[in-house]
Structure formats: structure tokens, C-alpha cells
């Protein structure tokens, strides 16, 4: 016992506790009623809190989240869903727990945990492992997922491999809901894999450029719809590899970014497609630029009915500028325009800061196009938004 | 030797003093200031043109020295940017690497090239000014003698090779005669004064004078942050895996 007392002290005296977190409680106000939704204004409350204990070549991470809206996006049940597969958000749920061991070149992280590849901004092909709320489609958030994640790397090279033994499915808009389907449908328990994804990622940073090659085998975390006999809709997330790339080279007057996948399935209702993304980059001054072009190209068309913003998002131009009137003052402005002109997505905001703690956002966000179209659909959805957030 | 020749000499000697002395001052300078490594925690303070105050901190840590060097700096105040990480790699022979970290979004980012004129996270400093100056990249020539702050300093002014993609046209640098610190930077675009850092609080810590406050002055903006380095410690035991761009999500 003294023995293992002796041992574990000296790691203690060094152990470090940091905290974070944050409550914000925002407002959405919508001019527009849609035929599924009489409501113009949803309100939302988020208290996230975040915990860090840091021994010499471990540490532990714990989080969770707390919310509440007006609107039942959030569902009133204590549920627990580890795994994050509900249809609603949960009231509580776990943002992050694991553990993370560190040796040399090599960290090992278990748990529950946001994983992210890529380097493009405003839309990433080769981030597999990022499913996001797309509650409200365009304004979307990144939800965790349960992996074990092995990193081995140098300045210059590192090699990632992540296995994720469930699939966390990116949450679509609930159907009775302004950012629902205005079809009135029925829809049947969703059909989720019980098999593990696993992937790779090698990336090099040389002199010249950054780049990286990618490998991901699992399923697709955002869902196809398949008809049951009983005519209720059913959600079915389709088999899916994936070969990627991406680089950012620092040139003269702008960074390059480019970021290319391609995606393969076994599954008869899935297709097979590229996606890729080139951006440039530039900051000037307080002025930060980003724009760039999304493509698509289907290689085996066999997909009829499916929620895909990664898809829907792309033949199109995008763009975000934003400026800093100083430390507490963010000026931006960022849009989505389909190349065939179907679909527009514009947002505008503005956000301040109160002293060490508070900070204010004040934005709009003003969608129009043709009802056909991915982002034309939600065309009734512009809206204002107003938050309040306190960290702490 | 001849008249002729000595007149010569004396004429060319001074030229050519001043020719080799100022990068030795420089050399010098940094030589003193030299460690293997260092740990500090920065406060900052940001003081806008209407006088309207606002503090962030972080902690810093460097391994190495002088164009070959890494930094992770990490914010722990305010609580909106605490975790915020950012990563700078500097080579002797180009421009350095930089990457930023965001927790909340679990992303690393790259930060370009052009990038570097930017100010720091909304304070005085930009990305360039948090970069080490490698003597290597810049010529210099010494300009005269002045005091700051009542200490006799060499002023030498520092113009970045064509090799050296810098936002300043040239910079004024105030050597202290005693202690070799440099008290005083000024920085030009072409020929606007735009950027003033002044040091103070020098003290010897650990066989290093260094200056433990430093405040920068952006003139254009008429806005100026005070960084005060507390708990600093040179030549502490770090690892290289420590500084790489996987270390920042640690």
C-alpha cells in the first residue's frame, strides 16, 4: 500500500484539473409558417459543461449536455442514449468520457469523443467520422461519437487509425417540423447497423504543403428511406467505403485548400460519387476570406429517396467573410449559391462580447430557391437569430 | 603607410565597424538571451483606442531557440477562447508553420502565410511579432546611440531579405548597452512608424535578462496590449512530441 502510495504521488502532485462550459440560450424568430409548422419563434437553452484531469501520460476527459427548447426539438423523456440514435435530442447527454494515454509519438483515445479530418472549411467529404444535428440543417453541430482512436505520429508525419464499434447517425429534421418533409408521412423504426466502421488517415507536412490520404469502411451516418409495406417510411443507413484526399498549400497571395472523396457502397440503393472541394483563402488585414466551388459526381446513380446536406450542399459556390472591429467585435457573412442558381443560402451576424464571460449574437439568415431544390426546399426557413452566451 | 592610405582607412574603418557590429549586437543579443527552452504564463491586457480594457491569458511554452524553434501557446482565459491552442514551428531557411487548435470544434487549422500581418487573437500583437527573428533573414545596419528608459541602448535598424516574407519594410531595434535585452521595437510599413513594442520589467531569471512586460503600441489603431510574463522558467525538460500538431488536441 505505501508502496503504491509512493508510486502514485508523485503523479498526483503533478495532476491538473481544468474545467469549461458555457450556458446559451438563443431565440429563433421565423417570419414564415410552413404547412407542417404554425410557430414563429423557437427558443433554446444549451448548458455544456466540460471536465479535464491531466496525470503525466494520461488524462481523462468528461462532459455532458443539458437542453430545453420550446419547440420539442428537445424531447422531455430522461432517456439515456449513449450512442445518440434518438430522433429528438436528448434532455441530457454525454458530450464526452474516456481516457487518453500519451507515449512518446503515440496517444491512444477511448470513449466518447469528436473526431474530425479534413482541412476544407465550409464542407468536408473525408470527415467520416463527424455526424452532426441537423435539426435545423443549416445550422448544424458536430455529435460526438464512440471510438477508439490510435495517433502515431511526428511533426511531420502521422498516421491515424479510429475504430468505431456502433455507428452515431447524424440526427435529420423531425417530420413534423418546419424543417421536416411537408408531406405527411408515417414513419417505421429506423433500421440501424450493428456492425463496427474503422478508418485511416496518413498526413504529411512538408515544406511546401500540407496533405493526407484517407480510408474509411462502415456506413454512411446520414440515412436513405426505404418504403415498408405498411407504407411508413423507414430510415436505413447504406454500407459505405471511402477513398479520400486532401492538401493545403500556402501560396504567394492565398492558401489553397482542396478536399476530395470518393464514395462506394455494396448496397443496391446507394449510389457511388465523388465529392470535392476547392477553396482559397486569404486574410487581409482583419479580413478573413474563404470561398470556393463543391462538386459532385455521381459514378453509379442508384439512390431514390435519402437526407443528405453533404450532398445537397454541393454544385455550388460558397463563400465566408468576416471581420474583427476589434478584440470583443465580429462582423461575418457567409453563403451557399447553387451553381444552376436553384438555391441560396446567405447569413449574416454579428457578435460581442461583455467582459471576461458574456458574449452576444445577433444574425440573419435569409434562404430562397426552387421547391426541387436541396436548400430551395427550406425557403420558408429564413430567419433571425439572437443568442446569449455565458462561459465559464 | 602612406598618408593617402591611412586618410582611407580611417574613412572606411568606421563604414566597415559599423558593417559587421550591428548583427553582432544582434547575435549577441540573442546569444544571452539563448535557452533550451521556456515556460510562462502571459497575461494580456488590451487597452483600445476609446481606453476600454479587456485581459486574456495563456501559457506558453517554447523548445529551442532562434529560427529553429516550436511554440504551443495555450489560452486559458477568456472562458469563450479557453483551450484555444495554436502551434508555431520556425525554420531557419523559410517562413514558419503555424496551426491553430479549436476545442469546440475538435479542428486543427492551418494558418497561412499571408496570415502573419493579422493581429493575435484581437490583441496588439500580430502572428509575425509572436515569431523569433532569425539574423540570418534580415540585414542590418546600426543607426546611433539613444537611452530608453535611462539605459544607454544601440539602435539598429533591421531590413528583411527578399527571402523574408515580412508586413514591416523595416524595424528599429533598441539594444541595452548593459545587459544586451532589447528595451525597443519599432516597426515600419514603408515609411509609417506602425507598431511599438516596448519592454520593461527586465530581471535576471535563471542567468537570462529578460524583459517580463512587454507592451505593444499599434499606432494606426491607437490601441496598445501589455503582455506580463509571470511564473517564467528557462531551460525546463521538454519533449519534442510535445510541439507537434496531434500534441495540440492533448
Redesign the interface.
Known amino acids: 500500500m505505501k508502496l503504491l502510495l509512493l508510486l502514485t504521488l508523485p503523479a498526483l502532485a503533478q495532476a491538473q484539473l481544468?474545467q469549461?462550459g458555457?450556458l446559451e440560450s438563443s431565440a429563433q424568430l421565423y417570419p414564415d409558417t410552413t404547412a407542417n409548422d404554425s410557430g414563429h419563434v423557437v427558443g433554446e437553452s444549451l448548458f455544456r459543461y466540460e471536465a479535464f484531469y491531466k496525470l503525466i501520460d494520461l488524462?481523462f476527459s468528461a462532459g455532458f449536455d443539458a437542453r430545453f427548447d420550446t419547440h420539442r426539438e428537445t424531447t422531455r423523456d430522461l432517456d439515456f442514449s449513449w450512442f445518440d440514435r434518438t430522433r429528438q435530442r436528448p434532455l441530457f447527454a454525454i458530450r464526452q468520457v474516456g481516457a487518453?494515454y500519451?507515449r512518446?509519438?503515440l496517444?491512444v483515445e477511448a470513449g466518447k469523443?469528436?473526431?474530425?479530418w479534413g482541412?476544407t472549411?465550409i464542407l468536408t467529404p473525408t470527415d467520416r467520422f463527424a455526424p452532426r444535428d441537423f435539426l435545423n440543417v443549416v445550422d448544424n453541430e458536430?455529435l460526438p461519437v464512440t471510438a477508439a482512436r490510435l495517433?502515431y505520429?511526428?511533426?511531420s508525419d502521422?498516421v491515424d487509425l479510429v475504430f468505431e464499434p456502433r455507428l452515431t447517425p447524424s440526427r435529420i429534421p423531425l417530420l413534423n417540423q418546419r424543417w421536416g418533409t411537408p408531406i405527411p408521412l408515417q414513419e417505421a423504426s429506423p433500421d440501424f447497423p450493428a456492425a463496427p466502421q474503422y478508418g485511416a488517415r496518413w498526413?504529411h507536412?512538408g515544406?511546401a504543403a500540407?496533405y493526407s490520404l484517407s480510408f474509411y469502411n462502415g456506413f454512411d451516418h446520414l440515412p436513405l428511406f426505404r418504403l415498408q409495406p405498411n407504407f411508413a417510411v423507414q430510415r436505413f443507413y447504406p454500407q459505405l467505403r471511402m477513398y479520400g484526399a486532401d492538401a493545403?498549400v500556402?501560396?504567394?497571395?492565398?492558401?489553397v485548400k482542396a478536399e476530395a472523396a470518393y464514395f462506394i457502397s455494396t448496397d443496391p440503393q446507394s449510389d457511388d460519387y465523388v465529392l470535392y472541394v476547392i477553396q482559397l483563402?486569404?486574410?487581409?488585414?482583419?479580413w478573413?476570406f474563404v470561398a470556393g466551388y463543391t462538386g459532385q459526381a455521381t459514378t453509379d446513380h442508384r439512390s431514390t429517396f435519402g437526407f443528405s446536406p453533404l450532398r445537397g450542399f454541393a454544385r455550388a459556390v460558397v463563400g465566408r467573410a468576416s471581420y474583427?472591429v476589434?478584440?470583443?467585435r465580429t462582423v461575418s457573412l457567409e453563403g451557399v449559391v447553387r451553381q444552376n442558381g436553384d438555391g441560396l443560402w446567405l447569413r449574416a451576424e454579428y457578435t460581442q462580447?461583455f467582459?471576461?464571460?458574456w458574449?452576444a449574437t445577433a444574425g440573419i439568415a435569409l434562404i430562397r430557391g426552387d421547391p426541387t431544390d436541396f436548400l430551395g426546399q427550406y425557403r420558408l426557413n429564413s430567419q433571425a437569430l439572437l443568442a446569449l452566451?455565458y462561459?465559464? | 603607410m602612406n598618408r593617402k592610405s591611412l586618410s582611407l582607412i580611417c574613412v572606411i574603418f568606421p563604414c566597415l565597424l559599423h558593417a559587421q557590429a550591428p548583427r553582432q549586437i544582434i547575435e549577441e543579443s540573442q546569444r544571452r538571451g539563448r535557452s533550451a527552452s521556456q515556460r510562462y504564463e502571459g497575461i494580456l491586457e488590451v487597452i483600445a483606442a476609446d481606453g476600454k480594457a479587456s485581459s486574456k491569458s495563456w501559457q506558453s511554452l517554447r523548445l529551442g531557440s532562434y529560427g529553429n524553434s516550436k511554440t504551443v501557446i495555450r489560452f486559458s482565459a477568456p472562458a469563450e477562447v479557453k483551450g484555444v491552442a495554436l502551434l508555431v514551428v520556425n525554420h531557419p531557411d523559410r517562413a514558419s508553420d503555424q496551426w491553430m487548435w479549436t476545442p469546440a470544434i475538435a479542428r486543427d487549422r492551418r494558418i497561412a502565410l499571408q496570415d502573419r500581418s493579422t493581429r493575435f487573437f484581437g490583441t496588439d500583437f500580430s502572428f509575425e511579432d509572436l515569431e523569433e527573428r532569425d539574423v540570418d533573414q534580415y540585414d542590418f545596419h546600426f543607426v546611433g546611440e539613444e537611452t530608453i528608459d535611462g539605459a544607454p541602448c544601440w539602435r539598429i535598424e533591421s531590413r528583411p531579405r527578399q527571402t523574408k516574407t515580412s508586413q514591416y519594410t523595416l524595424s528599429h531595434i533598441w539594444i541595452r548597452k548593459d545587459n544586451y535585452v532589447a528595451a525597443q521595437y519599432e516597426n515600419f510599413v514603408k515609411d509609417q512608424l506602425v507598431r511599438r513594442l516596448h519592454a520593461t520589467d527586465i530581471q535576471n531569471v535563471q542567468n537570462i535578462w529578460t524583459a517580463r512586460a512587454l507592451e505593444m503600441t499599434d499606432l494606426r489603431r491607437k490601441s496598445r496590449t501589455i503582455l506580463r510574463m509571470q511564473k517564467l522558467e528557462y531551460n525546463l525538460p521538454m519533449k519534442d512530441d510535445e510541439f507537434t500538431v496531434q500534441a495540440l488536441r492533448r
Open positions: 481544468t469549461r458555457f488524462s487518453t500519451t512518446g509519438k496517444t469523443q469528436l473526431i474530425r482541412k472549411d458536430f495517433t505520429g511526428t511533426q502521422t498526413n507536412i515544406a500540407e493545403a500556402p501560396l504567394g497571395p492565398v492558401t483563402e486569404r486574410q487581409a488585414g482583419e478573413s474583427t476589434d478584440t470583443n462580447a467582459g471576461q464571460h458574449r452566451r462561459s465559464f
